[in-house]
């Protein structure tokens, strides 16, 4: 038996000649279609997509070569291969035969040995073509895929498995059916303990969805899949091959057959269980796909350790602006939660809250500035002192500079002390001309200070401070506060008080402990 799965239909006008091959052929277990004019070979053609044609030339109406190129002629069909099996043999015949698009020649009288033959080779070509065709729709899918993983890739959201998840999704469901396409997909890194953890990828029962479970695996057992270049493919089952798969692993799959795997140093990706015999053509799509996995994760673990170098930075900074001030570590943390309360209450995304609380954790930078005789003096300050007290936003803003980003640092640290009504400063802004972040940083400034000890004033307790904020005093009025703004301090007033007592100054597990800013 050749391929009990190929599908041959063979066109001839000569029912004795189509009765020969059909018996031939059905012996080494081909299927057979038949047709006895070119019109029926064509309708056979379309209806039931043979997998190869043996076709004669001389034929009433409509003649082999015309069928050929009918053929040919269709990007669908064009590498479906074409014998012609006649007995014209001059070297005009077979030009005309290979202009038409013929792929092979047999010759009557026919012999069954250089029949099979060229029947084998023909079907072998096209199996191959098939796995080229398959293995490039699979690499233009993860391309596909790739460019819109790139288009929202935030390497410090970037979690692999998920977006890993939608190259497998590819993986799986860009084949034209079952066969063509792994049953299950594992991704697996490995620890420090020889140990491989895993998750394992497979078709869910609704569309467009994977199933998942996790799986840790003994590295030892997997040394026998590792080719040269990391890349092993096998059509083995586990009855016959030169390796037996870990117990957590066979539960789960079933019998493994067909698979390709990529046994790196750093990283296990296999495709499990194909419908069809597995190539090398399936080995370069997997290996294509772990090149995705070591991009994606070499950048997303780069841009994390300057994130985290970054916010460091910002860590040092906003410690170093309150080292000469009343203030303590607890102020400018206090600041930062108040901040992320108020954003989260505006609706902004996630993102921005996260940008602009930490953020506002160097709304005062601009005080290293200032001299410390200034920051530290006891009662009121005069005139003068004051105003060298005003410059601490602009210098904030000087020392943050212009950098995209430290943009939002930059906006808090000049103008937290704007007003909506136009009375703040330094420039007297109003309204919506003060950058938002300014503005949610300004309520939240204001009620720490009112709540803290100042040398001109003892700290006030929460409901006073509320009191004074929602109807002014001496020093404060309503109408400083952006309205929306405002009414959020009113109605989350609670939390905020929550927020103060959890770091309060004179509490021993916040006093002089660093600010954590976590990635």
Known sequence: MEDPRAKILVV????????FLTTVLQRRGYEILSANDGASALEQFHDHKPDLVLLDVMMPGMDGFEVCRRIKDREETHFVPIIIVTALDTTEDRIQGIEAGVDDFLSKPIQ?????????????????????????????????????????????????????????????????????????????VPNSYGLIECRLYSPAPAPGKLATRTLVLRREYLEPLRGPTGIFFTNFTADDGPWTPPPDLSDVVGKLHNIVVYNGEHILLGALNYGRPVSRFDAQVLKGLALHYSFF????????????????????????????????????????????????????????????????????VGKIHIHPDILRKEGDLNAAEREIIKKHTVYGAMILGKSPRLAVARNIALYHHERWDGTGYPEGLSREDIPLEGRIVAICDVYDALRSRRPYKEPFDHLTAVE????????????????????????????????????????????????????
Request: aromatic share 8%; with cysteine.
């Open 297 to 364: 994760n070499t950048i997303a673990g780069q841009t994390r350790e300057i994130e985290h170098s970054f916010r460091y930075m910002i860590d040092a900074l906003a410690r170093a602006s309150h080292a000469n001030d009343e203030d303590t570590g607890s102020h400018i943390l206090r600041i930062k939660g108040y901040t992320a309360l108020v954003a989260q209450e505006l609706g902004l995304p996630a993102k921005e809250v996260d940008v602009i609380s930490y953020s506002a954790l160097m709304h005062d």
């Open 12 to 19: 001839d006008d000569e029912e004795v000649n189509i009765r």
């Open 468 to 519: 004074v904020i929602s109807t002014g005093d001496e020093r404060t009025r309503p109408e400083h506060f952006d309205p929306r703004i405002w009414d959020i301090f009113r109605q989350k007033h609670r939390r905020f008080e929550e927020i103060y007592e959890s770091l309060r100054e004179d509490d021993p597990a916040v006093t002089g402990s660093p600010i954590l800013l976590p990635l």
């Open 112 to 188: 069954i040995e250089e029949l099979l033959a060229r029947v084998r080779i023909c079907l072998k070509n096209r199996q191959l073509f098939l796995q080229l065709e398959n293995s490039y729709k699979q690499i233009a899918g993860l391309t596909q895929q790739t460019d819109q993983i790139i288009q929202r890739f935030d390497p410090l959201e970037f979690d692999f498995f998920s977006a890993e998840s939608m190259l497998f999704q590819s993986l799986i469901q860009i084949a034209e059916s079952e066969k063509e396409r792994p049953s299950h997909i594992i991704l697996g």
